[in-house]
């Protein structure tokens, strides 16, 4: 068996702290480096990688506004002729700083217009006509129809070393421009701007062009067989590090997708970079003044260190031993300060845990008892309730089993629950006895809980003999009340029953009642056509027994001897009667003509097509002899060419009510008032307004003046059902809507607004 050597706390924090700092100087330095240095050359590599391709993503950028020039060049070249072609391209190559020149070439690869710098303007005439169709640019846009950028070439106009730019002009005809090599270096040196690694831009033949080192590698340097280089072409994974001139480097190429150039960045590795030289320095300084400085202040620290915990250790030995009041300590050192809070809110928290869990258990209302957790279950503790309970004292039951107290009614019951515990119920009744010996039905509940190592039951006990008896004597009301209800329903079955046939006797009267309304109407028109056509009926008979009078003259005179006065009286008053009875019988045909349509309108659901204005003029004809007895009149503002599919009939019927409702409520008590009939069109329906200028409608009947048997002359001749029925009319059958304006003392105006085409249905029939 190892004997462990104990240490004093002071003696131990010491050896700790000295073993800690050499264990520090030997690895932690270590391993920071060896932590610190990947990660360094991880974020170069990160770093290198991010400028590379910012860079190529910023040159490409810069490269897109020459793009953006050449897609709207083309645009604009679409549909000119060859002399503003020529005008514009040579805007587009006048300061030679983008574009050195520009071709606009046919399909065929002819040059068909060019636009050169002013120095090489002289050459124009070498240009055009051209034949570019073996340029490898020209075949690759022709091909794609889209931007291409070219390789690196020498200009035959201007020697330069230049790159090739094209872009399709509609379907016919490409633009193929010269951009300067010198150009896309001063983008490059824009987008490079101050980098810590080494960026250098590639053409395909692996000569670097432009570099951020001043240019000391631009022309000198070609890294096509470089193994980097390779593995990018290959789509390769970069190798970790390169060597060039004698430094190590992190790789990152980026590839121009424009210019088909790579970008190539170097990043310094190992400890040619300065951070990781810096580090290492750094990290050596600090470890040996580290080192130095825990050797001397070791023992003090330990010595301060363990001082409080001494007093803390101390405090708890004396709670432990049952010691009560006083403070614990409290140092300079918060982790202790802690621990000595937590150990003294521990110690009150327990102890008012304690008495907490006694009150608890005392101040239920429930009788609660623990007991142990096997049979036969001897009374532990017992709580107030339970004493009033079951009608006995603490201290005579603690300690006993409720077979010993004499609990049990009968061992029956005793050996029932059991049963019911034993086969894992939580729950059961039982009778037991009281102190006063009286029995009582409770419900108990039982529950397992662990006490530190030991295991309780806790029990508690409802008295249930009451429940009981309430839940029986609910269970007789429960029946009572289904029965009561039954009956209801029947009594109320029975007036359900009533009610439908006072329903149906209550639709049949409106029914009859609308079928009167509308025979009331249909007898005011017979009226009105009766006086109408009485007055040229007459004087057609006035003539023509004026005339007959006059032939019974002449035949007397004929006796006498014929005379040629007599005949032209004759001739005479023939003519002047029948020119009176011809107008008289014309105007009573056209009335009874307009008669006619109103009545077959109004009394069929014929659906047709028809003039607005023409049902209009038809209803007020019917109606005028009725206005003909009265101060009243009626005006129609109704313009032509307003044409609907609908019902005629019941349009008809619709304005007879509204008319009839300014005479018969409007005009009441007045010797004069105008009924005005307007219509138009307004948001694609027909709006038809009847409007007087009599006495108004009341606000507070505005919204009632639709509901059926609504009328403010009740016994007086006035059923309810006109503006009923011509709302129903409107909506249902016409598919519009009917809306009421009015006010007191200026006048009432109802207004229509009409589909075209009426939706399908029965018709006015459907009203009745």
Not at 63 to 70: D, F, I, T, W
Request: charged fraction near 20%; aromatic fraction near 6%.
């Amino acid at each position: 068996m190892t004997i462990l050597r104990i240490w004093r706390l002071r003696s131990y924090l010491a050896g700790l702290l000295v073993v800690t700092i050499l264990v520090t100087f030997a690895i932690v330095g270590s391993g920071i480096l060896l932590l610190r240095i990947p990660k360094i050359e991880a974020d170069n590599k990160v770093e290198v990688e991010r400028d590379t391709q910012e860079i190529a993503d910023r040159v490409e950028i810069l490269l897109g506004s020459l793009e953006a020039r050449m897609a709207l060049l083309s645009e604009a070249l679409e549909g000119m002729d060859l002399v503003q072609a020529t005008a514009m391209l040579e805007r587009a190559a006048w300061d030679g700083k983008a574009i050195r020149a520009i071709y606009l070439v046919s399909n065929d690869g002819l040059v068909e217009a060019a636009g050169l710098v002013p120095a090489l303007r002289v050459r124009r005439t070498d240009v055009l006509g051209s034949d570019l169709s073996a340029s490898p640019l020209f075949r690759a846009v022709l091909e794609s129809r889209q931007m291409v950028w070219g390789d690196k070439f020498l200009s035959a106009l201007s020697g330069a070393v230049t790159v090739g730019l094209a872009y399709p002009v509609g379907r016919d005809r490409l633009l193929l421009a010269e951009v300067p090599l010198s150009y896309l270096l001063d983008t490059f040196q824009l987008a490079a701007g101050q980098r810590t690694a080494s960026i250098w831009l590639v053409d395909r033949s692996g000569e670097i062009v432009a570099d951020t080192d001043g240019g000391q590698h631009v022309g000198t340097v070609n890294v096509l067989n470089w193994p980097l280089m390779q593995a990018a072409l290959s789509f390769q994974t970069l190798p970790e590090v390169f060597r060039f001139e004698g430094h190590t480097f992190h790789p990152a190429v980026a590839h121009s997708t424009a210019l088909d150039w790579y970008f190539v960045g170097g990043m310094p590795a190992g400890l040619e970079n300065e951070d990781i030289r810096g580090l290492v320095v750094l990290v050596v300084a600090g470890f040996a003044g580290a080192l130095l400085v825990g050797f001397v202040l070791a023992p003090f620290w330990a010595s301060w260190l363990t001082r409080p915990l001494r007093r803390i250790v101390a405090r708890a030995g004396q709670i432990t031993q049952g010691a009560a009041g006083g403070s614990w300590p409290r140092g300079a050192i918060l982790e202790f300060n802690y621990l000595s809070a937590d150990l003294e809110k521990m110690a009150l928290t327990l102890q008012e845990r304690e008495l907490k869990s006694q009150a608890i258990f005392n101040a239920s209302p429930v009788p609660m008892s623990v007991t142990s957790t096997q049979s036969p279950y001897a009374l532990q503790d017992v709580n107030e309730a339970w004493c009033r309970g079951f009608g006995r004292t603490r201290e005579a039951v603690l300690g006993r089993t409720a077979t010993e107290i004499g609990m049990w009614r009968s061992q029956e019951e005793r050996a029932a629950m059991l049963a019911g515990l034993q086969q894992g119920q939580t729950v059961v009744e039982a009778w037991m006895v009281r102190g006063d010996g009286v029995a009582v039905l409770f419900q108990l509940s039982r529950r397992q809980v662990q006490v530190g190592s030991s295991f309780l039951m806790v029990w508690a006990a409802v008295e249930m003999t009451d429940i009981r008896r309430i839940s029986n004597e609910l269970r007789e009301l429960n029946t009572e009340l289904e029965a009561r209800v039954q009956r209801r329903t029947q009594a109320l079955a029975a007036a359900n029953e009533d009610l439908s046939g006072a329903v149906a006797h209550l639709r049949d009267t409106q029914g009859e009642l609308v079928r009167a309304e509308k025979m009331a109407a249909l007898g005011a028109l017979v009226a009105g056509v009766a006086h109408e056509l009485n007055t040229p009926l007459g004087n057609s008979l006035m003539a023509v027994s004026a005339l007959t009078d006059e032939v019974r003259q002449f035949r007397t005179a004929m006796h006498a001897g014929l005379r040629r006065s007599a005949l032209d009286s004759l001739l005479d008053s023939v003519d002047q009667a029948t020119d009176i009875a011809a107008r008289n019988l014309h105007r009573a045909a056209d009335l009874v003509t307009s008669f006619k349509q109103v009545a077959v309108d109004q009394t069929s659901a014929q659906r047709r097509l028809f003039e607005l204005r023409e049902v209009v003029d038809e209803m007020v004809v019917s109606l005028r002899p009725t206005f003909a007895r009265t101060p009243y009149k009626i005006r129609v503002d109704v313009p032509t060419g307003l044409r609907l599919d609908s019902y005629p009939g019941a349009l008809g019927q619709a304005i007879g009510n509204l008319i009839h409702n300014a005479v018969l409520h409007g005009f009441e008590g007045r010797d004069h008032g105008t009924v005005h009939i307007s219509g138009g069109r307004d948001q694609g329906v027909v709006v038809l307004r009847v409007e007087d200028d009599g006495c108004g409608i009341s606000p507070d009947l505005l919204d009632r003046i639709f509901d059926p048997f609504f009328t403010t002359k009740m016994g007086r001749g006035g059923t309810g059902l006109g503006l009923h029925i011509t709302y129903n009319m409107v909506t249902n059958v016409l598919g519009g809507g009917l809306s009421v304006h009015s006010a007191l003392g200026t006048g009432t105006c109802f207004e229509m607004r009409l589909p075209d085409m009426a939706p399908r249905t029965s018709g006015p029939s459907s009203l009745d």
